[in-house]
């Protein structure tokens, strides 16, 4: 997947005020580094992505949407490993290094101190998901044909962190659920890429 779009892409759905995205990951301070994992699936004659909302906890990214993944542990040999062990994790799917198609643009996320690298893999048919309990507070199935509606997107205001600030973003809207922050991004690189 090269030449990717990256900040040009991600810039869309970034919270207001983000900055730019190269000088922040350069001027990350020992930066955590984490993978996730974008799956594609067709359900009937359309393509379907996988995110997880989070459980709540006392973090900044308490009840996010987000795509499977986590941070990268020692026994990992890279960061696609990384994504692959946490999707079965998190979601109970094992997938092959040979369903990655390739990876997006990396991002660095300055709450959280993490570096975060995303991975798209394509699957040939629904998978059985089995949620983490612990982590994950259920799975959802958008399909792509919702995530590319230009009705989707929104301009509103979350609330971050265990002091709930205020922070203005564009944000995808379905149904009763946002998709903001890093991951937003993420799916703003993909829409570019099928543009």
Not at 13 to 29: I, T
Not at 85 to 113: D, W
Not at 138 to 165: A, H, P, W, Y
Not at 167 to 173: I, K
Request: glycine fraction near 8%; hydrophobic fraction near 40%.
């Amino acid at each position: 997947m090269s030449g990717l779009p990256g900040e040009i892409a991600q810039l869309e759905l970034a919270p207001l005020g983000r900055g730019n995205l190269e000088e922040s990951m350069k001027n990350a301070q020992n930066p955590k580094y984490s993978a996730v994992l974008a799956m594609a699936y067709p359900i009937d004659s359309a393509t379907n992505i996988c995110f997880i909302e989070r459980k709540a906890y006392p973090g900044v990214h308490s009840g996010q949407i987000g795509f499977p993944g986590g941070k990268r542990e020692e026994e990992d040999n890279d960061l696609m490993q990384t994504a692959l062990r946490e999707t079965l994790e998190e979601v109970g799917v094992e997938v092959s290094p040979a369903q990655v198609l390739g990876q997006l643009s990396p991002l660095y996320i300055p709450p959280s101190n993490f570096f975060v690298q995303p991975f798209i893999a394509a699957l040939e048919r629904q998978p059985k998901f089995i949620a983490d309990e612990i982590e994950v507070e259920r799975v959802l199935e958008f399909s792509l044909q919702e995530l590319l509606d230009e009705r989707n997107l929104i301009d509103t205001q979350v609330s971050v962190g265990e002091q709930g600030f205020k922070l203005n973003t564009r944000a995808f809207r379905i149904g009763e659920h946002i998709i903001w922050g890093a991951t937003a991004m993420m799916v703003s690189e993909i829409r570019y890429m099928l543009r």
